[in-house]
């Protein structure tokens, strides 16, 4: 299970997260399935049989990806998107995902804003990266006057949801895309068992003891391996979806361009995916000011930084 990590470490220890030095390969009766889905490499490893097949569960995630992608013109999150003010029928699943974003945009204190889509596509972010990447600036941009700061209005401002319905205010979209992988890795373990881990693109989330008993392993870039019972761990960065001097896919709903904080990039262990994934993205939107009431968070276990400082 890969997650990037910083060079400089930064944080508070864990009873449950533990650095320990790389080890011989997982012992016998892991099981291990690789695939790509959500544009990026997914990783499931279970102690034992699985209980939904490898299979099965590749193709659920791919189901995932259909449905709420915004890069689909037929997904469940553009449908709400045309709605233009009007109430949307949605599933379940969307349902779960639109509270968790109210959740988190209430949590982070709007750092995190899943309204931002309009912003996002202002950057050039307007296609998969994986079909093309975000279209460079033109030669002249970087002379002409920045345009004036657009703060993404709060998500409690511009979403209402109901249990089988939602809507959008007029001339506002939304993309749960980075938000949903970490909730979804949590998901995933139900589909693996009571001793498994699961990775997607980065988004790692695992419970039980592991192959050693100490946890499972999750190997980080420094060489270093991270062993992690019952929780999970996530990287925000600004460096690998990046285009241009000074675009990329992190908004900053406080002005409507893309996060010039002084945090690069974060990597948060949690005690789920889904809290690792926000906040990680929270830190790094928010810079040092945020740090601490961040860090506090009791589901927090620990973090490490990398800052414009240390490139």
Sequence with gaps: MRSGVPDVPHGRGSPRARRA??????AAGVRLHRCHVFDC???LACLGAPLVPFGEIEVRLRL???RFSRFRPDSEISRLNRSNGTWCDISGEMYALLRHALNVAVASRGLINIAMLPRLLDAGYVESWTVHPPRQ???AAAVLPEAPAAPVPPLTEVLELRRDRARLSPGHAVDVGGLAKGKWADDVLAWLGPDAAASLGGDVACHGPGPSGDG??????????????????????????????????LIDPRTGRPSRSDITRATVIATTGACADWVSSAMVVGGTAELSRLGARPDVLGWRLETGEDT
Aim: hydrophobic share 35%.
């Design 21 to 26: 030095r790389p080890g011989p390969p997982p």
């Design 41 to 43: 490499d997914v990783a």
């Design 64 to 66: 995932l990806d259909r």
């Design 137 to 139: 600036p033109a030669p």
């Design 216 to 249: 499972w392993p999750i190997a980080l870039p420094t060489g270093e391996t991270l062993l992690l019972k019952d929780g999970g761990v996530a990287t925000s960065g600004v460096a690998k979806r990046r285009w241009g001097s000074d675009a990329h896919h």
